[in-house]
């Protein structure tokens, strides 16, 4: 998708403060935090939301495996994992991202 920010940021076009990568998926900080941390999981390719992106497990299995071991490191255990779909439910990016939100390291 060519005038989709995190496709950008997937291929480099535009920087990140970049806290992790996989064959799959990407993981920075937000540049808008709403929490101490405040990363985003983002899959390589392209799916416009959460239901969009379960129906590719390879895809799906790189966003998850990627959230597990960023928050191994940036949280002290304690976050939330959230995905926003929709402009109703917040979601203002259309490419799937999960949010990792929590206080921080122990």
Same mark, same amino acid.
């Given at each position: 998708?060519? !005038? =989709?920010?995190? =496709? ?5 076009? +535009?920087?990140? !403060? ?11 900080? !937000? +540049?808008? @935090? ?8 983002? @899959? ?63």
């Amino acid at each position: 998708m060519r !005038d =989709c920010i995190f =496709c950008k940021i997937v291929e480099g076009e +535009i920087p990140s !403060d970049q806290v992790g990568e996989n064959q799959g998926a990407i993981a920075f900080r !937000d +540049i808008n @935090p709403e929490a101490p941390v405040h990363l985003l999981v983002v @899959p390589k390719s392209h799916s416009k939301n959460i239901s969009e992106l379960s129906q590719d497990a390879e895809s799906m299995e790189a966003v998850m495996s990627l959230m597990r071991e960023v928050s191994e490191k940036h949280t002290n255990g304690h976050f939330k994992f959230l995905f926003n779909t929709g402009e109703e439910a917040g979601q203002t990016v259309f490419h799937a991202h999960g949010h990792i939100l929590s206080q921080g390291a122990s």
